[in-house]
């Protein structure tokens, strides 16, 4: 009851029962204030915090105010429990952290009792880098959390054990006085490392160093004690005499703790325990009996007689680290487990990653370690037709059919003739991917709780691997998915494709194939007007129709792009020709329904398959018969036949001299002239190469496309470019009449990111200023990669470099880029000229476009002008340039500059 007297107390009023909730809710509810109170007529009062507080009762039932306030206080405490717990942690073994480890420990210490002794052990992990390495990371966190789980069984509640860092434990045991007891502690902590895991190979046996130190000997406070203990770590790691030591062993090795007592441990049996344990004196010297008696039932239970968990643990351990063969490993393991269960079988189901459903993947029986097939396919039910909650260990368990309420339990059980099982789930990520199962057909079974501990501990060091390894699995299926099928039409890549044709061969010998090698005219123009995700929709239809089963094709395969191969059974040359259009004509229709204003024509490559040589030479003849017709309009299906062969031979003869010709200066530069109109006189030169091969001249179309396909063509192009830096150079030091001189660029060096740095360099290293270099890219470049060459176009034009787009026109979609084109030259297409006189109707168009250049400051020359009426023409549309036979044919240099003095 509170005191009467008041006066030194304020006063406060609460006037209502939820204006007291309100208050009590606020505040931490001490201990003592629902019970100090005076309670009047309709109203109570109580002391809190030098104040008398005032609350009407309100019609309210003050027991329950009190009751409720109690349960309010309850669930706070529960609540802060729970949060200082975690905060306590270790996040993955759940023993104490560093830092709580260190708060406890010094608490004690300060309240430490004088004459009382207690120690503090360091425990490192020796080689625990070689299991994280060799057996993984996950493999090496399931070690170390059976190791925290044991720990915990061999020290009393009182303890102190917590982990400091990756591999290290520290062990604080309190009140005690015997050096024995530390040297037994230590032992049975070497002996959960050694327990945890044996092999043969010495380079994954587990085991540990401790180190030891004791208070108050060693130091008065929690940061001497861990420093001693640590420096006797250090001195355990260098001897490897022992696997532990204790600091003052480092000081006076003959005279350890001499006030510590040294006895023989007596042993007697504590009769309702039945266990032989040490005697009731050391009990007490050391901690109460109820609580040595709790821990001595934890420790028989992982270290019994039986050595159940331990012998079990320890062969999981072991035979999955030294099978190389993981599915092995865990065969032999699960008939380990059967016998040491006395069980009838034990299977793994797991969940098939092409299935929803479970299947037994591994199964042990008393028939052997394979279970009848019958069987094996029936367990799997037992889980899939069951709903089953396992608990938070993940333990499933039915001790005896005939317990169970649950019907249909009981008749799958019957089914399979399972009196008693007992299941721990495989988890991944908080996702069942499966269970362990033990069956017993001959009896129930009241699985005590270390066949339960045991269980898990296996499922853990099982699902350890085996869930690696599934991840591995699925690895490696999307390593062969990527390496051997196109990810978008899902067709065999060409590496597939080669070997599937073999296999082919192989298999019919005596059968004839023809390889066909296709693709989509003008592909990159459809992409560019239906979009990428249309482009992508055709191919994929484009393969889906070569694998229908009335192509006949027996093998598919998507080389690139747009490009295709097949192979077919092949009789004679026009009903294979036939097929071939047929195929051709179903997909333009397929297309044309969908895409009405564009024309879909596929061009084909085919070339008959010699056995005696190897595939790739087939491909590679009928990608050349594929080349061949490209742009033909007239043919789409081409043979590759003997004048396919010549010309592959000269392509030979090209390459193997190529290299030579240059060094020896083979390559010879000629100009052609460019004439502005207005004043018909020579403005500027076309750069074209010749190649001077003995007493002929060999013609750019027959060595160029070759050396564009094998990329000799950078080394050609910056040979010609350096050839005119040089022109230009003797031109202005002999003080001539200097004239720009334009260059083609090959697609090929857009590729290169340095292409523009490196002509930089070359003109600075020849002092010519740029604007007497330009630079021709043809129109086809900006079709195939038009983001590169606007870019380079660009940064080209701010150097100060001309530049021009050649064959203008040319192209599919020529108005379309010319918005893009920011150029200072478009050269128009020498077609628009046609054979001859204009018509009306070229003449329309080539003054269209020569209006819009000028609006967007670009200046037009007109190539392949032969007649005077092209000329004529070409003034009157005020056409700034022309390039052509009218004017003059490309020239040697000598003649070139003979030309420029007229």
Not at 50 to 75: A, C, F, H, V
Not at 113 to 129: C, K, Q, T, W, Y
Not at 290 to 317: L, P
Request: aromatic fraction near 10%; charge should be negative.
């Amino acid at each position: 009851m509170i005191d009467k007297d008041k006066r030194t107390f304020k006063r406060k009023n609460i006037y209502t029962k939820d204006q007291l909730m309100d208050f009590f809710s606020n505040i931490s509810l001490p201990d003592g204030v629902i019970s100090n109170y005076i309670e009047k007529d309709n109203y109570i009062e109580f002391i809190y915090n030098d104040t008398i507080y005032s609350t009407l009762i309100d019609g309210g039932n003050w027991d329950e105010i009190k009751q409720e306030l109690l349960r309010q206080k309850e669930r706070k405490k529960m609540e802060s429990d729970r949060i200082q717990a975690l905060e306590k942690q270790d996040t993955l073994t759940k023993l104490y952290n560093k830092e709580y480890s260190k708060r406890i420990i010094e608490e004690f210490l300060e309240k430490a009792e004088p004459g009382s002794r207690h120690a503090l052990m360091i425990v490192d992990i020796d080689n625990f880098d070689t299991v994280n390495e060799n057996l993984g990371y996950i493999f090496g966190d399931t070690v170390l959390v059976n190791i925290a789980d044991s720990l915990r069984k061999i020290f009393y509640d009182t303890d102190i054990a917590g982990r400091i860092g990756g591999d290290e434990f520290l062990i604080f045991l309190k009140n005690v006085q015997e050096i024995e007891l530390l040297k037994e502690k230590a032992e049975e902590i070497y002996s959960v490392f050694r327990g945890t895991y044996t092999g043969e190979d010495r380079s994954y046996q587990m085991s540990c160093s401790i180190g030891i130190a004791v208070f108050p000997e060693d130091g008065a406070d929690y940061m001497q004690l861990f420093l001693k203990a640590d420096a006797a770590l250090m001195k355990t790691r260098e001897n490897r005499n022992n696997f532990y030591s204790f600091y003052q062993d480092m000081l006076y090795p003959d005279m350890l703790y001499p006030d510590m007592l040294y006895t023989d441990t007596v042993y007697t049996d504590i009769p309702h325990t039945g266990i032989s344990t040490p005697d009731i004196k050391k009990i007490e010297q050391y901690i109460d009996r109820d609580c040595y008696e709790k821990y001595i039932i934890n420790k028989t239970r992982a270290y019994g007689s039986s050595n159940f968990d331990k012998e079990i643990t320890a062969f999981a351990f072991d035979i999955m680290s030294r099978t190389k063969d993981v599915n092995s490993a865990i065969n032999l393991l699960l008939n380990k487990v059967r016998v040491q269960f006395d069980c009838d079988h034990i299977c793994i189901l797991e969940y098939t990653t092409s299935s929803s459903d479970l299947s037994a993947t591994y199964f042990s029986s008393k028939d052997g370690i394979q279970a009848k097939e019958e069987l094996s396919h029936k367990i799997p039910l037992l889980v899939q037709n069951l709903d089953i909650s396992f608990d938070e260990n993940g333990i499933y368990y039915v001790n005896h059919i005939e317990e169970t309420e649950d019907e249909v339990v009981k008749t799958l059980m019957e089914n399979l003739e399972i009196k008693a099982l007992l299941q721990c789930g495989i988890f991944e990520n908080g996702t069942l991917k499966g269970c362990v199962s033990i069956h017993d057909c001959e009896k129930p079974r009241y699985w005590t709780q270390y066949e339960v501990d045991s269980l898990v501990t296996i499922t853990k060091i099982i699902s350890s691997y085996l869930l690696k390894m599934r991840a591995s699995e699925r690895a490696s299926q999307q390593l062969y998915r990527i390496k051997n099928y196109d990810i978008l039409t899902g067709l065999p890549t060409l590496h597939k494709f080669k070997k599937d044709v073999r296999n082919l061969l192989e298999k019919y010998p005596d059968r004839k194939y023809a390889i066909v090698y296709s693709d989509i005219t003008q592909f990159k123009y459809i992409n560019n007007t239906l979009g990428y995700e249309a482009g992508d929709k055709i191919l994929c239809e484009f393969a889906a129709l070569l694998t229908e089963a009335d192509t006949l094709t027996e093998g598919v395969s998507r080389v690139s792009e747009d490009n295709f191969l097949a192979v077919l059974q092949y009789e004679e040359e026009e009903s294979f020709k036939k097929h071939i259009f047929q195929i051709n004509e179903k997909f333009h229709s397929m297309q044309k329904a969908k895409y009405p204003s564009t024309k879909f024509i596929i061009v084909s490559g085919v070339s008959l398959v010699d056995s005696r040589e190897d595939i790739t030479v087939a491909i590679d003849n009928a990608n050349i018969a594929r080349k061949s017709i490209k742009g033909n309009p007239k043919t789409t299906c081409k043979f590759f036949d003997n004048s396919m062969k010549v010309k592959l031979q000269w392509e030979a003869e090209i390459t193997n001299s190529m290299e030579q010709a240059l060094k020896d200066g083979e390559f010879i530069v000629y100009l052609q002239p460019k004439i502005g109109l207005s004043e018909n006189i020579l403005v500027g030169a076309e750069a074209l190469v010749r190649w001077k091969k003995g007493d002929s001249l060999v013609p750019p179309n027959d060595f160029i496309p070759i050396f564009e396909k094998n990329g000799f063509v950078v080394n050609l192009d910056f040979y010609i470019y350096e050839e005119v830096c040089k022109i230009l150079r003797r031109w202005i030091d002999g003080e001539r009449r200097v004239v720009p001189i334009s260059v083609n660029v090959s697609r090929i060096h857009l590729n290169d990111e340095n292409f523009v740095g490196d002509i930089k360099r070359l003109v600075d290293s020849y002092r010519i200023p740029y604007h007497f270099l330009e630079l021709e890219l043809t129109e086809s470049i900006f079709l195939s990669n038009t983001e590169v060459a606007i870019n380079t176009m660009k940064e080209l034009r701010r150097l100060g470099f001309g530049v021009s787009i050649d064959d203008f026109g040319a192209g599919y979609s020529s108005l379309n880029l010319l918005k893009d084109m920011a150029t200072d030259v478009i050269k128009l297409d020498k077609e628009f000229f046609g054979q001859g006189d204009m018509q009306k109707e070229e003449q329309i168009i080539l003054s269209s476009i020569i209006s819009m250049a000028k609006q967007l400051n670009m200046k037009v020359l007109s190539e392949g002008v032969e007649t005077q009426n092209q000329s004529d023409f070409l003034k009157s549309v005020y056409c700034d340039m022309a390039q052509g036979y009218l004017y003059s044919k490309p020239i040697p240099v000598t003649e070139f500059e003979e030309l420029m003095k007229k």
